[in-house]
């Protein structure tokens, strides 16, 4: 069964630095996205992406992040200068038909920050 | 704004009972619901995907129930069996920029 690929599996970073999460969607899939589930709380939607431009993001995604889809297969996920509080485990997930035959997740990135 | 709500946070049952996980939303107006299994520190599994017009969907020994007018949805498991244990999480699509607003979901422990 086709998988969403995220890398790395667990990323330790200090405190302002620059971090990039790595996805590869399902190659057919045409949606894309970022959800993120700190420690205990529910997994928060950050940003969907089509057609190689940002189609929604919440709140949470601020000026401190970015995504970009570099080539035909990657999308990643960048955070310029981290916090404590980012620290989460990052899911990509990706769709066909946005949503219509539902998503598939990734096994998450879980970005440590100290 | 929609929500969504899975109570209780935690269940417990002796291996072989057959068991029910509810999930509630706010907004009737969805696209589609999507069960997922998260086992610790791991990513979502899909479990079942029901789409708005459907009212169940069923695979091997889970089936899920959807009643959008009451903003509900069930996940039944039966014969439960040990490794059935996990967080069972609860996500509504209400198409509006095709996004999942999730639920906290319910750990759930078989013990044998």
């Known amino acids: 069964e086709p998988e969403v690929t995220q890398t790395p599996s667990h990323q330790v970073t200090q405190m302002g630095q620059e971090v990039i999460l790595r996805c590869v969607p399902i190659s057919n899939h045409l949606y894309f996205y970022w959800y993120r589930q700190i420690l205990g709380q529910k997994v928060e939607f950050l940003v969907s992406?089509?057609?190689?431009?940002?189609s929604e993001k919440s709140e949470i995604f601020d000026d401190q992040f970015s995504v970009e889809r570099p080539d035909g297969s990657n999308f990643t996920l960048k955070i310029r200068s981290t916090k404590l509080e980012d620290s989460a485990m990052y899911f990509c997930?990706?769709?066909?038909w946005g949503g219509g035959y539902g998503y598939t997740f990734g096994s998450g990135t879980r970005l440590t920050v100290v | 704004k929609q929500e969504v709500t899975q109570i209780p946070a935690a269940l417990s049952v002796p291996e072989g009972e057959n068991l029910v996980l509810n999930c509630s939303f706010t907004d009737s107006a969805i696209y589609n619901l999507q069960w997922f299994r998260q086992d610790p520190g791991k990513g979502l599994t899909s479990l079942l995907l029901i789409q708005s017009s459907q009212r169940e969907q069923t695979s091997g020994r889970l089936n899920a129930s959807l009643d959008k007018s009451s903003g509900r949805s069930t996940l039944y498991i039966a014969a439960s069996q040990p490794g059935d244990s996990a967080t069972y999480l609860c996500a509504v699509d209400t198409g509006a920029n095709s996004k999942l607003t999730f639920g906290k979901g319910i750990t759930l422990s078989v013990r044998p």
């Open positions: 992406f089509y057609n190689n431009e940002i």
């Open positions: 997930a990706s769709s066909e």
